[in-house]
C-alpha cells in the first residue's frame, strides 16, 4: 500500500518559518521526483517546489529565495524548508511523488496558515 505521510503544518506569523516533510513507503517503481504542490482558498493547485532523483530543483517564483527542497533518496522523504512566510503562502501543501513511468501519487495534504 502507499503511503505519502506529510508532517509540519501549523500556524505562523508573517516573517516566520515552518519546514514540511514527506514520507514515501510502498512505491515500487523507481522515484523520478518529489516535491510539494500547494492550493490557496480558491485557487488551483499550483507547483511549489520539486527535487529529482539527480538532485536537481525547480521552484515556484513566488517562493524563490524562500523556500528550500531536499531530499532523502535512501529514506523516500523531502522535505520543504519554507523561510519568510507570507499571507499570501497560506494553502494546503501536498506532497507529490512521480515514479519513473510518470505516475502521480499524492499525499493527504497539510494545513500551512501565515496570519498578518
Known amino acids: 500500500q502507499v503511503q505519502l505521510v506529510e508532517s509540519g503544518g501549523g500556524l505562523v506569523q508573517a516573517g516566520g518559518s515552518l519546514r514540511l516533510s514527506c514520507a514515501a513507503s510502498?512505491?515500487?517503481?523507481?522515484?523520478?521526483?518529489m516535491g510539494w504542490y500547494r492550493q490557496g482558498p480558491g485557487k488551483q493547485r499550483e507547483l511549489v517546489a520539486a527535487?529529482?532523483?539527480?538532485?536537481?530543483?525547480t521552484y515556484a517564483d513566488s517562493v524563490k529565495g524562500r523556500f528550500t527542497v531536499s531530499r532523502d533518496t535512501a529514506q523516500n522523504t523531502v522535505l520543504l524548508q519554507m523561510s519568510s512566510l507570507k499571507p499570501e503562502d497560506t494553502a494546503v501543501y501536498y506532497c507529490?511523488?512521480?515514479?519513473?513511468?510518470?505516475?502521480?501519487?499524492w499525499g493527504q495534504g497539510t494545513q500551512v496558515t501565515v496570519s498578518s
Open positions: 507529490h511523488t512521480l515514479t519513473v513511468t510518470n505516475f502521480n501519487y
Open positions: 510502498g512505491i515500487r517503481l523507481s522515484i523520478k521526483s
Open positions: 527535487i529529482t532523483s539527480t538532485s536537481g530543483t
